[in-house]
């Protein structure tokens, strides 16, 4: 599997949640509040917004542009009979984020 190196973790101090451009597609990494992190696509399935541009609020992203809302963490459109957002392997080695190339389910 192809990893990407994407961050450090000590970017996540203050924010919780930044996305990355791989492949054409909107990969988003996300700090738990118990410190874990996980990779998920946060591209929206309808036209393809950024997620992370739009509200989120306990674990639900609502899309900025016409309101279609995921579960951040399971993945799953909630408002819309849509496909779910897939998650991303991801690995931390000395502080560093790295997130695999294509999504993993
Ligand atoms: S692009 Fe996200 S709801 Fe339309």
Redesign the pocket.
């Known amino acids: 599997m192809q990893f990407i190196k994407v961050g450090n973790v000590k970017d996540f101090e203050i924010i919780k949640i930044k996305s990355y451009a791989m492949l054409g597609r909107k990969v988003g990494v996300i700090k738990r509040a118990d410190g874990s992190f996980y990779a998920i696509e946060v591209g ?6 950024d ?1 992370t541009n ?1 509200t989120i609020k306990d674990g639900i992203a609502t ?6 809302q995921y579960d951040l963490e399971s993945g799953e459109c909630l408002n ?1 009979n849509s496909s779910k957002l897939r998650r991303h392997e991801l690995k931390i080695e000395d502080g560093v984020i790295s997130v695999s190339l294509h999504p993993i389910r």
């Open positions: 929206c399935k309808h036209q393809g917004a997620l739009g899309c900025p542009r016409h309101g279609w819309e």
